[in-house]
């Protein structure tokens, strides 16, 4: 999914300060300005619960990705397409079947982290890793005729973990049958449930938690952990658009060189956000389309029909970088 990867943020965003917690991720958090600059009332209070809710909905996104994304799409004709496979389920092979699952899940340029055949419900080959997320499920047929099924995954747990770390910068913890499994903050709490506060080492955080499915089946729960911020003195939509504005200077820091990888960045943020981005120097257009004529540096703008959030920021000057979310 990433091109080179660096362990360094990206910048600092305008109204975007990075700050370095004691869990060993960084936590993008907004300055805001006062509420009369855009009219509307401070979110006070709510701003932990607005980017909470970014949080959540671009964790998400990121699992939703490893449902149905396009090389979960690719992943699922290699097994459903495997000659191999198939042939060898049709004449109740096990060595064979076997082998063929293991040539699949162990194929250059694939990423098939475990996959579980079966017929007749009795599982012929299982090979992958232990701890696996985001399993999808098929049919496996052979010249019209059904003979098996499949449980495939494309990600495991620590795969996920990185993820969320990495594109979010909010310490993550996963759970099954409520026994912690792994994450990022430790000593991890027993138990979470949503909205509920934990404090750790010294640090009050707030608890967000959505569902996952486990390998081959039951859930997971998926904690992520929001350093209780100040007051937000500015509008709820602005602490939401500056939340999601985390969210791309996180990725955008995961490019080495970033300017070769504006495309790669577009592309991975309206997979991650619920957004649009776009990349330019000045008038001319570097990433994302035509979109906009005019683009403010924050604020508002009208695009298709709709108003839009904006936030922009400038990793690498003279390029900036715009991220337009829907106003609510």
């Known amino acids: 999914m990433l091109a080179t990867v660096i362990t360094a943020a990206a910048g600092v965003a305008a109204g975007l300060t990075i700050d370095a917690n004691d869990d060993g991720v960084s936590r993008a958090s907004a300055a805001v300005g006062p509420a009369g600059r855009s009219g509307a009332e401070a979110c006070g209070s709510a701003g932990a619960a607005a980017i909470s809710a970014v949080d959540v909905a671009a964790a998400g996104h990121i699992y939703t990705g490893e449902l149905n994304g396009t090389e979960t799409k690719a992943d699922i004709g290699h097994v459903t397409g495997s000659p191999a496979l198939l042939s060898a389920m049709a004449g109740s092979n096990p060595a064979a079947v076997q082998a063929a699952v293991h040539g699949l899940v162990y194929a250059p340029r694939w990423h098939i982290v475990r996959l579980r055949v079966l017929k007749a419900g009795r599982v012929l080959a299982d090979v992958g890793g232990p701890y696996i997320i985001a399993p999808v499920t098929g049919t496996l047929r052979w010249h019209g005729r059904t003979v098996g099924s499949y449980v495939m995954s494309v990600q495991d747990d620590i795969g996920f973990v ?96 970033l300017p070769t990888h504006y495309k790669d960045l577009v592309d991975l943020v309206r997979a991650t956000t619920n957004g649009v981005a776009f990349v330019r120097a000045g008038s001319k257009q570097l990433a994302g389309g035509a979109g906009p004529a005019r683009l403010p540096l924050s604020g508002t703008v009208t695009y298709r029909g709709r108003s839009w959030s904006v936030f922009s920021f400038e990793p690498a000057p003279p390029a900036r970088i715009y991220l337009l979310t829907p106003k609510e």
């Open 162 to 257: 990185k993820l969320v770390s990495r594109f979010i910068g909010v310490p993550i913890d996963i759970y099954r049958n409520g026994s912690f499994l792994m994450g990022t903050l430790t000593p991890a709490p027993s138990t979470v449930s949503p909205g509920a506060t934990v404090t750790i080492a010294g640090r009050t955080y707030r608890e967000n938690v959505m569902q996952a499915g486990a390998f081959p089946s039951g859930s997971l729960q998926i904690a992520l952990f929001e350093k209780e911020p100040a007051v937000a003195s500015g509008s709820c939509a602005t602490v939401r658009s500056a939340a999601w504005g985390s969210v791309v200077a996180h990725i955008a820091g995961r490019f080495n060189p």
